[in-house]
């Protein structure tokens, strides 16, 4: 069946992503996709730390690519490093850091993890974040930590497609700390946003619409007066049509006369 052959290719890729984030440093890898290619599997990892991922004269790629071919059963997996510019505006790294941070200090510094992490992340250029972190912290009942600052939408087509969310989970004693991430990413075009221009700007944009209007009301002006020059000369020549019908009558009538006078 074509179903279970779609839901067994899309279990086989969740395992081979699984496979990878265990083998690799996790607070570094912000995606991994899969992609079939003639030659056969292209995984491309996105990180910021492509150096770490490959490893010393690329130690780590080869032992990947050689461990994927004999677990998986991987034809010919070639492994692409795709560099990721500012670790703080990728919502999957942020939320890993945020994991790792909370495994290695523990419950009990979260505040200071989650305020220092919002401030990286504003200073990169956001404009706006939103971190939840739940579970048993810092005390035995389980609750919900929210961090946040700027402007974040909510709702809407900018909310859907726009802003970057993750989750990520950090394993304590006291049991499993959720984190939920919410990053809008600089240089995004708000519908509802009021620029306010300079006076300056304004003045010189005045005095261009001024120079436009004047060079309408010339042209206008220039046809009106070519309107009035020509009217003169239909009149003239009106007149001199006229004319020249009643002189033509005139004209018929002597000549009559004169052939009767010479009957």
Known sequence: ???????????????????????????????????????????????????????????????????????????????????VKDAFLDAQIVAERIASSLEKFGSNRFKSVGHK?????????????????????????????????????????????????AQARALLKTGIIGIKVAIMPPGL???DSVKIRDQSAVDARAEEVAVVMETVVEKEEGKAEKKKTRSPKKKKVAEEKAEEKIEAPVADTESKEGSESTN
Do not use: H
């Not at 810092?138 to 402007?151: I, L, N």
């Open 117 to 165: 992490i919002m401030e990286n992340v504003i200073n990169s250029g956001a404009l706006g974040v939103e971190l939840v972190i739940s579970g048993k912290i810092p005390g035995a009942r389980a609750k919900s930590w929210r961090f946040y600052q700027g402007y974040l939408k909510k709702c809407g087509d900018l909310s859907i497609e726009k802003v970057r969310r």
């Open 1 to 83: 069946m074509i179903e279970r052959e779609f839901v067994a290719q899309k279990a086989k890729e969740y395992y081979i992503r699984k496979y990878i984030e265990e083998k690799l440093p996790r607070s570094s890898i912000s995606q991994i996709r899969l992609k079939k290619i003639p030659l056969g599997e292209k995984i491309i990892i996105s990180t910021n730390r492509p150096s770490m991922i490959v490893g010393s004269k690329g130690a780590n790629i080869r032992d990947l690519t050689k461990n994927l071919k004999k677990k998986f059963g991987l034809e010919n997996p070639q492994i692409e490093i795709e560099e």
């Open 189 to 191: 075009d708000m519908p």
